[in-house]
């Protein structure tokens, strides 16, 4: 399956402040998803990222607060922008595999906002 | 509106013995599942999947049994040992359409007593 390298692996932000979140893959993929996890709950899907398009965003997701970068099919960028303590999460990149092996995921960024 | 639902927020077994993660889901547009691991300070790890057109699939000393009538699917460890320690979130996606989203459930986590 393929290897994600993600990071950072955690940051401790200023609200109104941006990060961006790096997540480089082993191989080429079509398609990269972003995930988040607020404390207690479930994975949540932010966007789906292709190669050579805009990034499709989930309903309560939007560019301006969660812009996305593709710029080939190994690599792609999150940034969380203008943030708050809301914004505190663990963020994921995901890539799918062939379906006998499902989705791969990076091992997250740990973002405190305080 | 939780489309995926793990009830059990924990689960607590000895090792040896058999542990049972339940997931429920409400949209019956969902043809496949799969199940994931995440140890903290990673990413979760795909364990095991299974398609709407089988009720069980089985890979070493995990099954996964789907019950379509019921919405339910269950995982089974046996015999479980202490490494399989860990949260395990059940998720489930609808490949009709074209639709990469996966929906997760909040998780169960399993903790294996020596």
């Known amino acids: 399956s393929a290897v994600i390298s993600q990071k950072p692996s955690r940051d401790i932000c200023q609200r109104g402040t941006s990060l961006t979140i790096q997540c480089q893959v082993d191989?080429?993929?079509?398609?990269m998803f972003w995930y988040r996890q607020q404390p207690g709950q479930s994975l949540t899907l932010i966007a789906t990222?292709?190669?050579?398009?805009?990034?499709?965003?989930e309903s309560g997701f939007v560019i301006d607060k969660f812009p996305i970068s593709r710029p080939n099919l190994t690599f792609s960028t999150l940034t969380v922008s203008n943030m708050s303590p809301e914004d505190s999460s663990i963020y994921l990149c995901?890539?799918?595999?062939?379906?006998?092996?499902?989705?791969?995921f990076g091992s997250g960024t740990r973002l405190t906002v305080v | 509106d939780q489309q995926v639902k793990q009830n059990s927020p924990s689960l607590s077994v000895q090792e040896g013995r058999i542990s049972i993660l339940n997931c429920d889901y409400t949209?019956?547009?969902?043809?496949?599942f799969l199940w994931y691991k995440k140890y903290p300070a990673e990413g979760p790890t795909f364990l095991i999947s299974?398609?709407?057109?089988?009720d069980k699939n089985e890979d070493g000393r995990f099954t996964v049994f789907l019950n379509k009538s019921a919405k339910h699917l269950s995982l089974h460890i046996v015999p479980s040992q202490p490494g399989d320690s860990a949260v395990y979130f059940c998720?489930?996606?609808?490949?009709?359409?074209?639709?990469?989203?996966?929906?997760f459930g909040k998780g169960t986590k399993l903790t294996v007593n020596p």
């Open positions: 995901s890539v799918r595999q062939p379906l006998f092996y499902g989705y791969t």
């Open positions: 191989s080429q993929v079509t398609m």
């Open positions: 990222a292709n190669q050579g398009s805009e990034a499709t965003y």
């Open positions: 949209n019956s547009m969902f043809d496949y």
């Open positions: 299974i398609s709407s057109i089988k």
């Open positions: 998720a489930a996606g609808a490949r009709q359409g074209g639709s990469e989203k996966l929906v």
